[in-house]
T-cell receptor, first 114, second 111 residues
Framework: EAGVTQFPSHSVIEKGQTVTLRCDPI?????LYWYRRVMGKEIKFLLH????????ESGMPNNRFLAERTGGTYSTLKVQPAELEDSGVYFC????????????FGQGTRLTVV | QKEVEQNSGPLSVPEGAIASLNCTYS??????FFWYRQYSGKSPELIMS????GDKEDGRFTAQLNKASQYVSLLIRDSQPSDSATYLC???????????FGQGTILTVHP
């Protein structure tokens, strides 16, 4: 069974540019989460999808971040325009269904804004 | 006060010894507790989950939970060099599915 897959693995962009990160959860997993780790800090929650609906987006830092999950399958996280403080590793995780609290993580996308 | 606190280490133990990793959390309503292992450049990997007070054993790993003290620990018996990694404590509080992580403890097992 394929795990959680994230694309790209690395991205280096200039301040002011746009970047889109993609996450493919484990097939059949309704819950999809985005997390971020900035250097020297702990992994922090960004948002949670249940199928195609945003269940909780309390961790989204500001309106430069837009997450979508059309059709309830893969998800994208777009940062527009990117700022230097957006640099970090963005993780995606998924879990199967309501009540399932054990989440499986992707390898992350390392975003560097220069 | 951080929501989930871990000693960042590094914690260094000899091969074959017991490694003890500790974590405290601030939300008394927390119900689910997890330990993830993360090798450098890799994804966090779930190694233990615990939901009720007491001990839970899985192979060389034992998780311990004390909700009254708001304390979770992970013991690794017969530590191996391959156990060298960052160990992340994570907690789910009142927001369904939302993990709150500690900073992680770096464990080094030396031969």
């Amino acid at each position: 069974e394929a795990g959680v897959t994230q694309f790209p693995s690395h991205s280096v962009i200039e301040k002011g540019q746009t970047v889109t990160l993609r996450c493919d959860p484990i097939s059949g997993h309704d819950n999809l989460y985005w997390y971020r780790r900035v250097m020297g800090k702990e992994i922090k929650f960004l948002l949670h999808f249940v199928k195609e609906s945003k269940q909780d987006e309390s961790g989204m830092p500001n309106n430069r971040f837009l997450a979508e999950r059309t059709g309830g399958t893969y998800s994208t996280l777009k940062v527009q325009p990117a700022e230097l403080e957006d640099s970090g590793v963005y993780f995606c995780a998924s879990s199967q269904d309501e009540g399932d609290t054990e989440a499986f993580f992707g390898q992350g996308t390392r975003l560097t804004v220069v | 006060q951080k929501e989930v606190e871990q000693n960042s280490g590094p914690l260094s133990v000899p091969e074959g010894a017991i490694a003890s990793l500790n974590c405290t959390y601030s939300d008394r309503g927390s119900q689910s507790f997890f330990w993830y292992r993360q090798y450098s450049g890799k994804s966090p990997e779930l190694i233990m989950s615990i939901y009720s007070n007491g001990d839970k054993e899985d192979g060389r790993f034992t998780a311990q939970l004390n909700k009254a003290s708001q304390y979770v620990s992970l013991l690794i018996r017969d530590s191996q060099p391959s156990d060298s990694a960052t160990y992340l404590c994570a907690v789910i509080g009142t927001s369904y599915g939302k993990l709150t992580f500690g900073q992680g403890t770096i464990l080094t097992v030396h031969p």
